[in-house]
């Protein structure tokens, strides 16, 4: 019963066909011809002045419904004629990506991916795209969503995440499929349950033989069962296996002694993971037992930096310095967040400070160098990028930045002759929308 409450929540805003939305004659037979897929005659009727804007009461375009019954030629029309967003959200906060993933429309989910759709949107309760194909079954679209980065295990609002969703709608397949690409067998959701938990039959059976095949070989509840499962920890972290490795974190901790060093490479996988809730409060734990390395306040920072939560991030950063006064690493992350906050001149300071500590690092002159453009001093900028091409001469970044310094300084140039009389070249680049 648990099992079809679930499905009934996640897919309550999510199965729908093309509805009609009644409106005049013309919008009609408009919709007509978008439930027949008949494109050239969806053509005519909007040059005729039907409505190719409307919602339904969900607040759906025709681009989310199309997507959703898999009508590509549609969605390209919709898409790249008429100007339709591949990021608009309907009432529940779902773009059309996850129409097309809930439709098991494979083709349309590759397009709209390929136009920018993001694989971890999330909707008003907190689901992606990767929920929907794993509830349906959709393994086509799971394993493309999963290649194109979906976050394996995200949960929502009630802390499910799409290995509960594939194991209630009893898809093995996609269970399989999940498991074997990192999803975490036990994962709770808030009432503690795991998808071993909610799992039945063969489901149950997979799961509870691949926890088995996984685990230490030594009985459970010993301290030198934790020890292992942390070793696997770091094996996994070592080979870039992050969900393996957070995995095996968790049962070292679940078993044995929660030491610093567990937390801070726990911190340190979720980082890697792109959880950046969850490595925050790992780091928070670390510090907590008094663990005094600036490399965790680094990351500290960096997690809350990647959250856009720039005043902590500093905060963390300046912790790291006052530990440490030659991490470079320090500064220039502290600085990389001026820069964002566009406060060019703390910019500047402190990838001064790094580049003392550490001067053959070439992305410090670059991203310094980049400061002193938005400074507008340009001789300086060209200095420092000149320096960091010298360094690394296949630092793409420094010879397009150089670039635009040398336009921004020819520019000027330009401008000052044209005060003088000689405006030919001013006027040639500002035609061409070189200079403002």
Avoid at 155 to 166: D, I, K, S, W
Avoid at 167 to 188: D, P, T, Y
Avoid at 371 to 385: C, P, T
């Amino acid at each position: 019963m648990k099992n079809l409450l679930i499905l009934f929540l996640i897919l309550l805003t999510s199965t729908f066909s093309l509805q009609k939305s009644f409106g005049s004659a013309l919008d009609d037979r408009l919709f007509e011809a978008l439930k027949n897929n008949n494109l050239e005659k969806v053509k005519t009727l909007v040059q005729k002045g039907a409505n190719i804007r409307k919602k339904n009461s969900f607040g759906d375009s025709y681009l989310d419904e199309c997507a959703y019954v898999g009508y590509i030629d549609i969605v390209k029309y919709l898409v790249e004629e008429k100007g339709f967003s591949v990021h608009a959200k309907n009432n529940d906060g779902r773009t059309p990506l996850f129409q097309a993933s809930d439709g098991g429309r494979l083709e349309v989910v590759k397009y709209l991916v390929e136009k920018g759709a993001g694989v971890n949107q999330r909707d008003g309760i907190g689901v992606t795209p990767i929920f929907l194909a794993a509830v349906k079954g959709h393994l086509e679209v799971l394993k493309f969503l999963v290649q194109k980065g979906a976050t394996l295990n995200v949960q929502e609002f009630r802390g499910y995440t799409p290995l509960h969703l594939a194991v209630s709608g009893r898809h093995l397949e996609s269970v399989k499929f999940l498991v074997e690409n990192g999803a975490r067998i036990e994962q709770k959701d808030q009432s503690g349950k795991t998808p071993v938990d909610m799992a039945t039959g063969k489901i149950k059976e997979y799961l509870e033989n691949y926890l088995a095949s996984k685990g230490p070989a030594k009985g459970l509840g010993k301290k030198s069962d934790a020890e292992a499962y942390i070793k696997q920890g770091f094996k996994y972290y070592k080979n870039k296996e992050y969900d393996q490795a957070i995995s095996s974190f968790h049962k070292a901790k679940e078993i044995g002694p929660k030491t610093l060093k567990l937390y801070v490479y726990l911190g340190l996988s979720y980082f890697k993971n792109k959880e950046y809730d969850q490595a925050i409060s790992s780091f928070h734990k670390a510090i907590e037992m008094g663990h005094k390395d600036s490399k965790v306040y680094v990351h500290l920072g960096l997690s809350h930096y990647k959250k856009g939560e720039y005043d902590q991030a500093i905060s963390d950063f300046t912790k790291a310095v006052e530990i440490n006064p030659r991490s470079d690493i320090a500064y220039q992350c502290r600085g990389v967040v001026y820069a964002k906050k566009g406060e060019y001149d703390q910019v500047i300071s402190d990838f001064s400070k790094a580049i003392k500590i550490n001067p053959t690092n070439a992305e410090l002159f670059r991203d310094r160098g980049h400061a002193f453009y938005k400074k507008g001093d340009y001789d300086q900028a060209i200095f420092d990028l000149n320096t960091a091409i010298k360094i690394n001469p296949k630092l793409a970044k420094a010879y397009s930045t150089r670039g635009n310094v040398m336009m921004k300084k020819a520019c000027f140039d330009w401008g000052r002759a044209c005060k003088l009389g000689d405006c030919e070249l001013y006027i040639k680049a500002k035609d061409k929308g070189w200079c403002e």
